[in-house]
């Protein structure tokens, strides 16, 4: 296991508990990296040009690298290009930010094309203002000889362009896979909600636990990059429900960006499920559920956000009512559940269901024949058949969307106007 | 449901005669986590100043907006609206409860507020070039 030193600048007058927080999380990330964090450091100052942190605190950083041999270190602060170099040359180690972190992550989950693709553009974007300095710093070690002299800044920079204009086209055509995917799904009559929340809420257990599937689950950061969808029923009604990436305080926009086609699962869902973690410090349940109306808030259309207030088995009911009562301006609809142990997840689907779009219940009368019990079949496929009965006719009493039943009513008029003669529909 | 006052600022950036024209928009709402559930008033005023504002001064500025607004509810703007100070050497300097907006409805409300807050501001540059 590789070992990891971390490292943060926290700025004058900032919250205390804040600044802990941000330093666990940068743990857990490491960790679920693949990292063994050995030792954390942070300064209290404004940021050092040169080092991020002072000069005297690099150095303690430089003899703890030598002592423990750790073979990373970790910023939770974002570096520039000249601060990286500095710090790799004092320390004698590789130096990477939180978001490099984030997105090695990302490239080691990463398992679809789309997702390659996406992780590929988001390193473009992190390198892009970067580059023309990664090549000046090249070239200060450069001989003369082929290709020794010339502008490589400009070239590079162009290659970068290029390949970032080319992977947007790409994602751009997989996008419209995707939305003819979820066209056609609506077509069908299914109505799709989606599972959002900070990273390592339990959005995945919760997903396995409504769709009776088992999928990957680990006590860890971003178990999920490529969104998952499975089918699930409620009173008969067919519904898609998709575990989608976790979100993360302070994302940068060009990760935001990069992700966009995964984050529309979300933001053209027809339910919105926001998990919670409400096991946590208060504190930290606010800081997560205010990183997810950030992320939210100027995306999502019309469609109703349910809070699901999950692993509830892990406190008291005391602290619970405490913990609902302090974050009621910040959770909409909230259901209270352990995805864990199954509770409240029948409650949830109820809730689910009193928000999904309103069906009609009809009558539908067909002729006895090949024609009426292939309409008959098509209802059965399309909506909810509560009744059917066949007398000298077939009377199906159907539930489903207005398309359904306006075009099961147009069949009827059509087959009862030609007496049941088969040839001439 | 909450109330609530949003406030946004427009007009921080010099005109070209040397001057700071600021618009401030209050607007008085009662909102639900993610949605705007009444807007029950809304106030502008303008402001003209010769330097750069500094935190005082918009505190200053957001006071005299609200102090027109008839219900009573917490302040909130955009953290960049306060140079992005933390929030207990913010509100220690207001009179009434301030807070940074969180909620989904809260950013709802401040949009619209800088809405408000930008219009008014280009209305009333309009008219003064008119003089």
């Known amino acids: ?425 | 449901m909450r109330d609530i006052i949003a406030v946004d600022i427009s007009g921080r950036h010099r005109t070209s005669k040397g001057h700071y024209y600021i618009v401030c928009a209050a607007v008085s709402l009662s909102v639900s986590p993610d949605h705007i559930e009444k807007i029950h008033q809304v106030n502008t005023k303008a402001f003209r100043m010769y330097r750069p504002l500094k935190v005082l001064d918009v505190v200053h500025i957001i006071e005299r907006t609200v102090s027109n607004i008839k219900r009573e509810g917490v302040i909130v703007t955009e953290k960049g609206d306060m140079y992005n100070k933390p929030l207990s050497f913010v509100s220690s300097r207001f009179k009434d409860e301030f807070k940074y907006q969180e909620s989904i409805s809260e950013r709802l409300a401040v949009q619209l507020a800088h809405h408000i807050s930008l219009s008014s501001r280009k209305l009333l540059i309009q008219e003064l070039e008119k003089i």
């Open chain 1, 1 to 425: 296991m590789k070992k990891a030193v971390l490292v943060q600048r926290n700025e004058p007058e900032s919250e205390e508990y804040r600044n802990s927080s941000r330093l666990q999380e940068l743990k857990e990330l490491a960790e679920s990296a693949g990292y063994l964090v050995i030792d954390e450091i942070t300064q209290t100052k404004n940021p050092d040009r040169n080092y991020q942190i002072g000069r005297g605190k690099t150095d303690e950083l430089s003899w703890i690298v030598a002592e423990t041999g750790a073979d990373k270190i970790i910023f939770y602060n974002q570096l520039s290009i000249m601060q990286i170099y500095n710090i790799s040359q004092t320390c004698r180690c590789e130096t990477i930010d939180k978001f490099h972190l984030i997105l090695e992550i990302f490239a080691t989950k990463a398992k679809t094309k789309r997702a390659k693709y996406q992780v590929e553009l988001a390193k473009l974007h992190y390198e892009l203002p970067k580059a023309k300095t990664i090549v000046s710093l090249l070239k200060k070690k450069e001989r003369p000889g082929f290709m020794g002299l010339g502008s490589y800044e400009d070239s590079y920079e162009k290659d970068i362009k290029n390949r970032i204009s080319r992977l947007r086209n790409e994602l751009g055509r997989m996008q419209k896979d995707y939305d003819n995917l979820r066209t056609s799904r609506h077509k069908k009559g299914f109505s799709i909600v989606a599972l959002a929340g900070y990273t390592n809420a339990g959005k995945s257990t919760l997903f396995s636990e409504m769709v009776d599937e088992n999928v990957e689950v680990e006590n860890r950061l971003f178990t999920t990059l490529s969104p998952t969808t499975r089918s699930f029923q409620v009173n008969g009604r067919k519904l898609l429900l998709t575990d989608t990436v976790g979100f993360i305080e302070d994302l940068p926009h060009w990760l935001i960006d990069a992700f966009k086609s995964t984050l529309d699962e979300i933001f053209l869902a027809d339910v919105i499920l926001l998990v919670v973690d409400v096991s946590e410090p208060i504190e930290i349940i606010k800081k997560k559920l205010i990183a997810c109306h950030d992320t939210l808030w100027e995306q999502i259309e019309d469609a109703p956000i349910i809070t699901v207030l999950n692993k509830v088995d892990r406190i008291s009911e005391e602290d619970l009512d405490c913990r609902i009562s302090e974050i009621e301006y910040l959770t909409p609809n909230p259901i209270i559940i352990s995805a864990s142990e199954g509770t409240g997840i029948e409650t949830l689907k109820k809730k689910v269901f009193s928000y999904l779009p309103v069906w009609k219940r009809k009558d539908v009368q067909l002729p006895i024949s090949d024609s009426g019990m292939s309409i008959a079949s098509w209802l059965f496929d399309e909506g909810i058949v509560h009744n059917i009965k066949y007398t000298d006719r077939i009377i199906v009493d159907v539930e489903a969307r207005d398309e359904v039943i306006n075009k099961a009513k147009a069949v009827e008029r059509k087959l009862n106007a030609y007496g049941h003669s088969e040839d001439q529909l």
